[in-house]
């Protein structure tokens, strides 16, 4: 017997890989400072709890394999803050903004076809393509340009008749990366010229910094029947956990299709969905502290950074990450050392390696992602622990 290729073919996450020594160093007492995931330590809103406490139904039932009508609602109602409209059954819930992925690769891609994604990328995208037999060609951004899109011509040079959508994170995961109006049109313009799909990765939509606007591709009437939004209450209202997502889109033809999809796997838990009801329901007020909060801790991670020799970064303007280049030999090699070699007081780091984040051989490899999800205090001790590290790593280049 032989398990497929398909499944051979996909990497471990890069996030989650060096979980199993993390578990060791813990139970050895070893503190380990985890910037490797982005699992928020905001407390999500008591709403959620609240009303699956009110549930009184005798049987935990399937449910509609669209998502619950409460939900749907609440979700449109949500959007509506955002100048999003979406109808009823132009919202498909998931489980998660992962499944909402799969789907949107699966969609609109048949076996071979390509999908544009400015790289670096969130690595995962990688799984979700393979997944679906489709093709990932990056769109080279860099570090030093702060991840800006290419120019038209260059984004025009690379489609092909196999290329079927571009996928953009906004806010960019691990970029940090927050598409102006400029770019979006820019996009717009390729996909209405190759009569490409646009799937739009918004699950940070809120967290955006500096008073820099945001606009989602949803909101722009020229492209709305090509658009895919991606959305999930887990970094929004930090419940990720809770595993429930959704994909949205007005191209009626396409819902109704991944509708069947969804209908395969029957539906989405339902307690869940009557607490992320609750969450789409928070008032937009309740995210100007939590933006506040991840701002601060944006600062003293960009400023550590700018501030440790040799190494380069921008300032990310939205989502919760950053990606600094370090003078270093290999990212996979110096987060392992970190985690078995170094320690400060018995404590150390876990940054997630970005050498994933790149579908380019070769890219990346000499960069971290630094997820600013602890509080301030452990922020500052984590990027102490960085420099100190980089000082000592045996394989610094230069
Ligand atoms: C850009 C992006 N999209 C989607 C997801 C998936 O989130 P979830 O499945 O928890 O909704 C993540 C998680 O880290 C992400 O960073």
């Given at each position: 017997m032989k398990v497929s290729n398909r499944v051979w073919n996909i990497e471990a996450s890069p996030m989650r890989k060096l979980n199993p020594i993390v578990r060791e160093l813990i139970q050895q007492g070893i503190k380990v400072y985890q910037l490797n995931i982005g699992q928020p330590d905001i407390k999500t809103p008591n709403a959620f709890l609240n009303a699956i406490q009110d549930f009184s139904d005798e049987i935990i039932s399937y449910t509609p394999s669209e998502g619950i009508p409460e939900l749907i609602k609440s979700i449109q109602n949500y959007y509506k803050m955002y100048n999003i409209h979406f109808n009823e059954d132009e919202i498909l819930v998931t489980n998660g903004g992962s499944?909402?992925?799969?789907y949107a690769f699966m969609g609109v891609c048949d076996i071979g076809d390509q999908v544009l994604i400015p790289e670096p990328f969130y690595s995962n995208y990688n799984t979700f393509a393979k997944l679906a037999g489709a093709e990932i060609v990056?769109?080279?951004?860099?570090?030093?340009?702060?991840?800006?899109?290419?120019?038209?011509?260059?984004?025009?040079?690379?489609?092909n008749k196999k290329v079927k959508a571009i996928l953009l994170t906004h806010p960019g995961n691990p970029t940090g990366k927050v598409?102006?109006?400029e770019e979006m049109q820019r996009i717009a313009k390729l996909a209405l010229k190759h009569d490409l799909f646009i799937i739009a990765d918004e699950v940070y939509r809120e967290f955006v910094y500096d008073g820099i606007s945001y606009n989602s591709f949803a909101s722009r009437e020229e492209i709305k029947d090509r658009v895919i939004i991606i959305d999930s209450v887990s970094k929004r209202y930090s419940a990720c956990g809770a595993r429930i997502g959704c994909i949205s889109s007005k191209n009626k033809q396409l819902m109704k299709q991944l509708l069947k999809v969804c209908q395969s796997r029957l539906s989405v838990p339902i307690l869940e969905q009557i607490g992320a009801t609750a969450l789409f329901s928070t008032p937009k007020e309740y995210f100007y502290?939590?933006?506040e909060i991840y701002r601060k801790r944006r600062d003293i991670v960009y400023q550590s950074l700018k501030q440790m020799e040799g190494v380069i970064c921008g300032k990310p303007q939205g989502a919760f990450y950053i990606i600094a280049k370090l003078p270093i030999d290999d990212c996979d090699a110096f987060a392992?050392?970190?985690l078995e070699k170094f320690r400060i007081n018995n404590e150390t780091l876990?940054?997630?390696?970005a050498k994933s984040f790149y579908s380019t051989q070769g890219m990346g490899n000499d960069e971290m992602r630094i997820a600013y999800i602890l509080e301030e205090e452990s922020l500052k001790r984590a990027m102490y622990i960085l420099q100190e590290a980089l000082k000592?790593?045996?394989g610094r280049k230069y």
């Open positions: 499944e909402a992925l799969l990056a769109i080279p951004t860099k570090i030093e340009d702060d991840f800006a899109l290419p120019s038209f011509e260059k984004l025009d040079a690379l489609i598409y102006n109006q502290e939590i933006i392992k050392w970190m876990l940054l997630a390696p000592k790593y045996p």
